[in-house]
């Protein structure tokens, strides 16, 4: 699934990086330590994080992550939102809660993949 497919289901706002929307996503990953994103997160997945600081852009480009989605309506920092364009990693909001979003986003990717284990 596109990047792009994941913005549009989800009503996400597109904050950084637009022209990187036909990444592919693979997956999802739930976290706001640092250290836990770039040890467990994988290639092609997006992020989902109440983070809002530049070093979030920092570890999804280390990591080559599809995106970023913040949550409960929070904004980038304006450093953030320019170092994400610099280097083309995009930044989604999101007024969900993560559990929320993180739910319909394995959804999502679940259904594109053929659907829902167990269903």
């Not at 999802?28 to 992020?47: C, F, K, P």
């Not at 939102?81 to 990693?89: L, M």
């Amino acid at each position: 699934m596109k990047l792009s497919e994941l913005v549009k289901e989800l009503g996400l706002k597109v904050r950084a990086a637009s022209e990187n929307m036909e990444v592919e996503v693979t997956g999802g990953y739930v976290g706001d330590l640092l250290s836990d994103v770039m040890g467990n997160a994988r290639e092609g997945q997006v992020w989902i994080t109440r983070q809002t600081h530049q070093n979030i852009v920092a570890v999804a480009n280390l990591k080559e992550l599809a995106g970023i989605i913040l949550v409960n309506g929070c904004e980038p920092a304006p450093e953030t939102v320019d170092k994400a364009k610099e280097v083309g990693v995009p930044i989604l909001v999101s007024d969900l809660k993560a559990f929320e979003l993180a739910g319909k986003v394995y959804v999502i990717i679940a259904k594109a993949k053929g659907g829902i284990p167990g269903e």
